[in-house]
């Protein structure tokens, strides 16, 4: 059983939890997942089965996109509103105000990521360093917002709606904080979706609910992707009968000897003349050669 569902994570699980439903469901234990969510966020969680496990390293599109809720006058320790208030301000800015700083954080920026975060530093988890009450040196790490726009005016008092597009490494609490700080207010993230994210949209998965009754029904599997959509984007290279059986055992072909062969640098879907994808492979030297294969020996 090899690829990849698209879950619709719900608020309360963390992405381990999950993989672990998942695992379960498909009674399989070689289940992944693609990129980190918080507990309390929701949305678009790539599970990755079989040897579709082999790809997440490798993914050709690691941007994320989300709808984050951003609520203005609350400082916590955790940058949303699971942690301990810190501080607590009155609010005067306008939407307006709000909107007009926004595009001081988009393009390459500089981001501290917060204390409670899974980086580790000198072996050890930043969250448990943060549970104990410790809090150390963090250098700013960049990260690219591709757009940051203001949506309008969220559900609770103080709160806004924000369409981010962000690099892979982003964190939307600590983007909230730094908005909240240059407005003078401070700020929390109140709400978190993400809803692009490995090239795939929200609106093409399901629910652990409607995955659970998919299972009971015989049919999960049919809501399996190929593994090879990940890399849909690469240019794809086709190989002979011959050339296929040097490539699966490991063998760098001679790109001048390959039909339609791109002689440039950068990832390849590599297929057979049957349509089989074998793998992702690049060129170097002059030669194709695998960076990860798929395909079953």
């Keep these: 059983m090899d690829g990849i569902i698209l879950i619709n994570k719900p608020q309360g699980f963390t992405s381990f939890d ?9 009674r399989t234990k070689k289940v992944g997942h693609s990129g980190t969510l918080d507990p309390m966020a929701t949305g678009l969680l790539p599970i990755l089965v079989g040897r579709a496990t082999k790809c997440c390293d490798i993914m050709p599109c690691q941007d994320k996109r989300y709808r984050a809720v951003i ?45 409670y975060s899974a980086i580790q530093i000198n072996g050890q988890r930043l969250y448990d360093l943060a549970r104990q009450g410790i809090e150390v040196e963090r250098a700013a790490r960049p990260v690219t917002i591709y757009r940051c726009d203001l949506l309008g005016r969220g559900a609770g008092e103080n709160e806004y709606l924000l369409d981010v597009a962000c690099s892979k490494g982003t964190y939307i609490r600590t983007l909230c904080a730094d908005i909240g700080e240059m407005l003078g207010c401070g700020a929390v993230m109140s709400g978190l979706c993400r809803t692009e994210a490995a090239g795939f949209s929200l609106s093409d998965s399901i629910t652990l609910e409607q995955a659970n009754e998919l299972a009971a029904q015989g049919t999960l599997e049919e809501k399996l992707l190929a593994v090879e959509e990940v890399f849909r984007t690469l240019p ?52 194709l050669r695998s960076r990860q294969l798929f395909a079953i020996l």
Excluded: C
Aim: aromatic share 4%; charged share 20%.
């Design 18 to 26: 999950v993989v672990a439903k998942m695992r379960g469901m498909l």
């Design 71 to 115: 609520r203005l006058g609350i400082v916590t320790d955790t940058l949303d509103t699971t942690g301990t208030i810190l501080k607590m301000s009155d609010v005067s800015v306008t939407m307006e105000e709000l909107a007009a700083v926004l595009p001081h954080f988009v393009g390459e920026i500089e981001q501290v990521p917060p204390m």
């Design 236 to 287: 794809k290279v086709v190989l002979s009968e011959a050339q296929t059986r040097m490539y699966r055992n490991g063998v760098r072909l001679d790109a001048n000897r390959i039909a339609g062969m791109p002689q440039t640098a950068g990832d390849l879907r590599v297929h057979a003349q049957d349509g089989t994808f074998l793998g992702v492979g690049y060129w170097e030297a002059g030669e």
